[in-house]
Structures are given as C-alpha cells and as structure tokens.
C-alpha cells in the first residue's frame, strides 16, 4: 500500500510488468535468485524495478557459451569459409 500511496497503481502496475518481462528478475541468472514480493516492495528496490534497471536489453545478444568450458564461442561464416576453402 506504501508503494501505490507513493507512486500510484499505474505506476505500481507498470513495474510489475517489467518484473513479468525481466530474465533476471525471473531467476535467469547465474545464481537462480528470484524476485519476491516482499524484496519488490522494499522503498530501496521498488524504484529500481520501476525505472526498468533489470530490463532485457534487446540490443545486446548473449554470446554462446561452448560446453567445454567458459569460453565464448567463436562464430564462423562456414558457408563463406567453404566457398573460400573450394575457390583455392
């Protein structure tokens, strides 16, 4: 009730979907920790959810990660290494 008094239900609703479309609020990090709603609600993290600081950044792709280790995966054209390989 102290976050809709102080921001308003629209507001308050409006933070609740970017929880809905954050990955790492979801607990799709590296440690699994999911939001509850008791921390949503603390006067600290509730601005943080509202200004969207856990937004997905639709800009930035997650590189591959092979399964040998941490390593990123390098990311070869192999159809244009192919025709450079059979040109040769």
Known sequence: MARI???GISNVLTA???VAASDFLQGKNNKGW???F???V???NFPKVFEGNY???QNVQKSKKNNFSNFEQ???DFNL???QLLSN
Do not use: G, Q
Request: aromatic share 16%; no cysteine.
């Open 55 to 57: 937004k997905v950044n």
């Open 42 to 44: 603390l006067p600290n």
């Open 74 to 76: 390098r990311a070869y």
């Open 81 to 83: 290494l192919e025709s």
């Open 16 to 18: 609740m979907d970017r």
């Open 38 to 40: 008791n921390w949503f």
């Open 5 to 7: 008094r102080e921001y």
């Open 34 to 36: 999911v939001i509850t």
